[in-house]
């Protein structure tokens, strides 16, 4: 792979140079470094990363967002003064390039409980995203992804202590590339739960870091995804156990069909001194139709004694005794295929958007459920 490069020089100011502890004349170099680091690569190992990183200095535009009207919100553009807390350059040097590009940020702040969920949608470029949840907040987040031109999103969300955060998310347009980086910082006992839906497109890109950086902190991401038609999905996530007695559980599921191709990464980090820290990784793929490509590889990587962790991937198809069973009943094979690859996705389909994600991965259900 030849080296990976950046479009463009880096700018920001001096004293956000100096909170990151870099000096301004060297930052290029550093995240040059980091986007060639060996880890760095091996992220990028089935995609290639230089069309991503052509478009980090695209112009940007903020998302629509609506219910912003509400007590305990606020919602402002500003320049960016500081790199958000946890921020690590070797973990995403290509989104810490975005901020410094785009020079300014879509602030949200939500100091109290929010009673209406927040809606942003993305139907473009958009500016980074930096929500500030304070202590004993809660906030629910929809967000859509839209548009049929090549886009990027970043979003940085920072959790308070006993704060809360549900936060549901639809990728399913189709487009030649699509990027999203979420990064989400969890303080004492904060929780945070991502329902996360995507289709493939030419190629999708979902990075997700998850920091449990205060004690008892709980994490859930729910995510399914449905890749075909020569569609390609590629994610990578990272979930972070920095503190002691942090609990996380992650459970992905994937159907790749007819030349898709799907790549799936997760790594469960547990730092030095993250002692009782729970964690589980369960990522499931289902292959159909010909020609499927899955690559799947679950990681752990602990540094402390005392804790719980399993991860785990599956490879698959359709069970043969369960379509037997089906279409032994009457129910001929495309509607039998349909129905076990619903209930396979309906699994990981839950939230306010899990109706609209079971429609565009499944087709038109004759059902009243809700989710």
Same mark, same amino acid.
């Given at each position: 792979m030849a080296d990976l490069a950046l479009p463009q020089t880096l700018t920001l100011s001096e004293d956000f140079? &100096?909170?990151? *502890?870099e000096p301004v004349a060297t930052l290029d170099e550093v995240v040059q470094q980091a986007l060639n680091s060996a880890a760095h690569r091996e992220r990028w190992k089935y995609t290639k990363a230089d069309r991503f990183l052509a478009q980090t200095s695209a112009s940007a535009k903020p998302p629509q967002i609506s219910n912003e009207n509400q007590i305990g919100v606020s919602w402002q553009?500003?320049?960016i003064a500081q790199p958000m807390s946890g921020l690590d350059l070797q973990q995403a040097p290509e989104a810490f390039a975005r +901020?410094?590009? #785009? *020079?300014? #940020?879509?602030? +949200?702040?939500?100091? #109290?409980?929010?009673?209406e969920p927040i809606t942003l949608v993305h139907s473009e470029n958009t500016l980074p995203v930096m929500i500030y949840v304070s202590a004993n907040a809660s906030l629910s987040l929809i967000e859509i992804i839209e548009g049929h031109e090549e886009m990027q999103q970043s979003v940085w969300i920072d959790i308070g202590p006993n704060a809360q955060v549900l936060h549901s998310r639809n990728a399913l347009n189709d487009t030649p590339a699509s990027w999203q980086y979420l990064n989400v910082r969890l303080q004492d006992a #904060?929780?945070?739960?991502l329902n996360n839906h995507a289709l493939g497109c030419g190629i999708r890109r979902q990075d997700l870091h998850i920091i449990m950086d205060g004690q008892g902190a709980e994490a859930k991401l729910v995510s399914a995804g449905m890749v075909d038609n020569k569609a390609a999905l590629d994610q990578q996530i990272t979930m972070e156990h920095r503190q002691p007695k942090g609990h996380s559980e992650q459970t992905i599921h994937n159907i790749v069909a007819n030349g898709g191709k799907c790549t799936f990464n997760g790594r469960i980090h547990i730092h030095e001194g993250a002692s009782g820290t729970d964690a589980q990784l369960s990522n499931k793929n289902l292959g159909m139709g010909d020609n499927a490509t899955i690559n799947t590889k679950?990681?752990?990587?602990?540094?402390t004694d005392d804790v719980s962790c399993s991860h785990g991937a599956t490879v698959g198809t359709l069970s043969k005794e369960a379509l037997f069973y089906l279409? &032994?009943? *009457?129910?001929?094979q495309t509607a039998a295929q349909a129905l076990l690859s619903q *209930?396979? +996705?309906r699994q990981c389909i839950d939230g306010p958007l899990a109706a609209t994600a079971l429609e565009a991965m499944i087709g038109p259900q004759n059902t009243s459920d809700e989710h």
């Open positions: 140079a &100096s909170a990151l *502890g553009r500003q320049p +901020l410094c590009f #785009a *020079g300014e #940020a879509m602030r +949200l702040d939500i100091t #109290a409980p929010v009673t #904060a929780r945070y739960r679950p990681e752990l990587e602990i540094y279409t &032994s009943r *009457g129910i001929d *209930g396979f +996705l």
